[in-house]
């Protein structure tokens, strides 16, 4: 494929900010989409189905029909690159005649795919996430009515990715009203036992009791009272300082998932790739929310700008302060480097387009994006570069204990 004819569409950086906010894991294979990619093979008469989601970098495949083991691709190298750019669908209908597809490696060889057609997946806000696509060893065409079912059915996809969202959400929520509900059972039962004893006491002397003692039982009443007030108060209050949700990784687990996304980019451009953690605070459990994207751009940058031979390792630390969690991850490359303009230009939020050491594509929005993610989420953002020697990405980021 012709490496100057990649497209990006005019909105690139609310595109990727708003598939970011999926927060989906790539490493998991979704099962809830089999039906629809099932459906949409059955509809279009083809052999293969897929549900790809195109980030900055690279196209990660949701879910498959007809077709194993395919999990990423390049970007740059992917036909569903050109059906986020449309509002309708994009139809090849020979590949093998096609200057921009005919020399890509699933064209020219095994599986040899003739035939391509594609629906972006769009959000409510008119964003193009990915897109449904259909593929086939034989020519073929869609019909209007065919092509009517098949948005359709990209549809269903992308509400299926709201909703599966929204549970997720929910989930968490639910996860914290119980850890409310237990609190609030144990730390309520003290207070009140306190009021109606000492109120038992004072009923139980009746014209017996000293003034004194009266006074000190109130005393003591009102200091339990108090303490229920302000439980209720801390409860009534939670919510206006959102805190972040349920906790989904360790350490260990994000390294495997990182390993897993990234390790065939780094094989395939023979870098060495390493993830590396603090074995004292491996398994302590901390939330997910964003780091796969926030690391995976990361990650995708170095592999990019890193030459054959080179290496990328990733350094992830978890730290216990008092009341919360302080995670730190370093990218650390041996690639080609950055000047102070560029390092400026990205943490002002501006973005441009560069050329990666083997031609790849640089699109110039994935660490815009992690500098977005990393503000959203209140935490620090530094990178330390040397023209010719490698760059330094290092990411703080706070999270409450629970």
Not at 149 to 172: F, T
Not at 260 to 280: A, C, G, W
Request: aromatic content about 8%.
């Amino acid at each position: 494929m012709q490496k100057n004819l990649n497209p990006v569409p005019a909105n690139e950086l609310e595109r990727i900010c708003n598939l970011a906010e999926f927060d989906i894991d790539y490493s998991c294979m979704e099962n809830n989409f089999k039906d629809l990619v099932h459906l949409a093979a059955s509809i279009a008469g083809t052999e293969v189905s897929l549900i790809n989601l195109i980030d900055t970098f690279t196209q990660w495949t949701y879910s498959s029909y007809g077709m194993d083991g395919l999990i990423q691709a390049p970007r740059e190298d992917t036909v569903c690159q050109y059906t986020i750019m449309e509002n309708e669908y994009f139809e090849v209908p020979d590949l093998s005649a096609d200057e921009r597809f005919k020399e890509n490696a699933a064209v020219s060889g095994p599986p040899n795919f003739r035939y391509y057609f594609g629906v972006p997946l769009t959000t409510a806000e008119g964003i193009n996430i990915g897109s449904l696509c259909v593929l086939d060893q034989n020519l073929r065409q869609q019909s209007p009515e065919k092509i009517e079912l098949l948005k359709i059915v990209a549809s269903e996809v992308v509400n299926r990715l709201k909703a599966l969202k929204a549970i997720d959400e929910l989930k968490h929520q639910l996860d914290k009203v119980n850890e409310t509900q237990k609190k609030v059972a144990h730390d309520i039962r003290g207070p009140i036992a306190g009021i109606v004893g000492l109120a038992a006491i004072i009923a139980e002397q009746g014209d017996k009791n000293n003034l004194d003692e009266v006074l000190e039982f109130i005393t003591m009443i009102h200091k339990s009272g108090r303490s229920v007030l302000e439980l209720a108060d801390e409860i009534l209050t939670e919510g206006k300082d959102t805190p972040l949700k349920a906790d989904e990784f360790n350490l260990l687990v994000f390294k495997e998932k990182l390993e897993r996304l990234y390790l065939p980019q780094s094989m395939n451009k023979h870098i060495d790739f390493q993830v590396r953690t603090n074995e004292k605070n491996e398994h302590i459990p901390f939330i997910k929310n964003k780091l796969l994207q926030i690391t995976g751009n990361l990650i995708s940058n170095a592999l990019k700008f890193t030459p054959q031979d080179g290496r990328v390792i990733v350094d992830l630390d978890l730290k216990i302060d008092v009341g919360q969690y302080e995670l730190k991850i370093r990218v650390e490359d041996s690639g080609v480097g950055m000047d102070e303009a560029t390092i400026t230009c990205i943490m002002e939020g501006k973005t441009s387009s560069t050329k990666g050491t083997v031609g790849e594509k640089g699109y110039g929005f994935g660490l815009s994006l992690v500098k977005h993610l990393v503000n959203s989420l209140h935490g620090s953002f530094n990178i330390y570069s040397r023209l010719g020697i490698g760059t330094s990405f290092e990411i703080t980021l706070f999270q409450t204990m629970h």
